[in-house]
């Protein structure tokens, strides 16, 4: 059985930093994995879908690299900003089947 | 701009009612979910659809629990007799019949039971 782990499960950093987050999951055998935001009371926003076959994805101060065979995911959140603050899941999509599974997310704050 | 639609988006029902949450998905999307996400157990799938055929809903409570898609622009997850316990969001999400395509999510349900 999949499961996915995001550590930590919070942080708190300054305005500015760059910023790493870490996904694993323990069955390389995925399609793809998928970064999502969550802000409070809403949903989930898609950031960065990344395949099996590709190394990483980029998409402004956002940067996802996956190492299937290691089991790994990172989310790189460059000078990050007050606004960056949410709950970062990642969630891979299984061999043979579209459902994600998900981590249980990573809250960032990110101080003025 | 395309958007995952769901009604309502909240709802407080007393133990013992029916409970009926809608979906409309994005427009062209093929593949619908439901999950459930609570703060001790995260999200969970608990049932998907494609071309409206249910694939798998090894995740819902089949004794209380049932999803339908009586047509391509509407899904419904319907509980009951509801319990305090089923009280969580419930996201719905959908995506093209690809694997290699994004999923996009609703607003979800926050549903509260007592």
């Known amino acids: 059985k999949q499961e996915v782990t995001q550590i930590p499960a919070a942080l708190s950093v300054p305005e500015g930093e760059n910023l790493v987050l870490n996904c694993s999951f323990t069955?390389?055998?995925?399609?793809?994995l998928q970064w999502f935001r969550q802000d409070p009371g809403k949903g989930l926003t898609s950031l960065l879908l990344?395949?099996?076959?590709?190394r990483e994805q980029t998409s402004g101060r956002l940067n996802a690299s996956l190492d299937k065979s290691s089991g790994r995911s990172t989310l790189y959140i460059a000078a990050s900003q007050p606004g960056d603050s949410a709950t970062y899941l990642c969630?891979?999509?299984?061999?043979?089947?579209?459902?994600?599974?998900f981590g249980k997310g990573m809250k960032l704050t990110v101080n003025p | 701009d395309a958007r995952v639609t769901q009604t309502p988006r909240h709802k407080v029902t007393e133990m013992g009612q029916e409970v009926t949450m809608r979906c409309q998905p994005i427009l062209g999307h093929n593949t619908v979910f439901w999950y459930r996400q609570t703060m001790m157990q995260g999200l969970e799938l608990l049932a998907y659809f494609r071309n409206r055929a249910p694939l798998d809903d090894s995740g819902m409570p089949k004794d209380r629990f049932s999803a339908e898609m009586p047509d391509a622009t509407l899904a419904t997850l319907k509980i009951q007799p509801s319990e305090p316990r089923d009280s969580a969001v419930y996201f719905c999400?959908?995506?093209?019949?690809?694997?290699?395509?994004?999923?996009?999510f609703g607003q979800g349900t926050r549903l509260t039971v007592v």
């Open positions: 990344i395949q099996s076959s590709q």
């Open positions: 999400a959908s995506q093209r019949f690809r694997f290699d395509t994004e999923a996009f």
């Open positions: 969630a891979v999509r299984q061999g043979g089947s579209e459902k994600l599974v």
């Open positions: 069955d390389s055998a995925i399609y793809n």
